[in-house]
Nanobody, 122 residues
Framework: QVQLVESGGGLVQTGGSLRLSCTYSGRSFSSNTMGWFRQAQGNEREFVAAVRWGSADYSDSVKGRFTISRDNAKNTVYLQMNSLKPEDTAVYYC?????????????????WGHGTQVTVSS
């Protein structure tokens, strides 16, 4: 049974930083494309970043501020978030895509965590 568990969310001021972690278990981790999505209240779930092997993809809204990385030895993917803005406030979800390269469509991902809340105060 696949499990993804996110941690690291919280409350931070504008301009601050947070690092989210997502630990994966249940299947082979290294072969997955791993992604982060977020969903603000009243909005649809949106793509944030994804990583597969040594390459990554970012949404335009976070490029240059967020960095996705993975540690295959620890079955963990990270999202380092710097220069946070109030519009980054959302529940952040970790997701795994078992086959193929990264995608921005949330429906392409097979497994999901329960999410972690990030709140950026102005």
């Amino acid at each position: 049974q696949v499990q993804l568990v996110e941690s690291g969310g919280g409350l931070v001021q504008t301009g601050g930083s947070l690092r989210l972690s997502c630990t994966y278990s249940g299947r082979s981790f290294s072969s997955n494309t791993m992604g982060w999505f977020r969903q603000a209240q009243g909005n649809e779930r949106e793509f944030v970043a994804a990583v597969r092997w040594g390459s990554a993809d970012y949404s335009d809204s976070v490029k240059g501020r967020f960095t996705i990385s993975r540690d295959n030895a620890k079955n963990t993917v990270y999202l380092q978030m710097n220069s946070l803005k109030p519009e980054d406030t959302a529940v952040y979800y970790c997701a795994a895509k078992r086959f193929g390269t990264y995608a921005r469509n949330w429906a392409s991902y097979d497994d999901w965590g329960h999410g972690t809340q990030v709140t950026v105060s102005s």
